[in-house]
């Protein structure tokens, strides 16, 4: 796992926990922050799939 896969996954975590805060006090702020972390967390945990599946295809094109 690079860097941007553990923020990546550790954002999403938080947003759940920030969207399951506002689903049981109904703070629709706290939902919105929350899913809004999730997707960026998300986002964030790809990239960071994508920068190793890249690393390794380059890799694998020098061995060769």
Known sequence: MNEDQIKGSLRNLKGEVEKGVGDVTSDTR????GVIDQVAGRAQNLYGHARVSTA?????????
């Open 30 to 33: 706290w939902q919105a922050d």
């Open 56 to 64: 390794d295809q380059f890799q694998a094109m020098g061995a060769e």
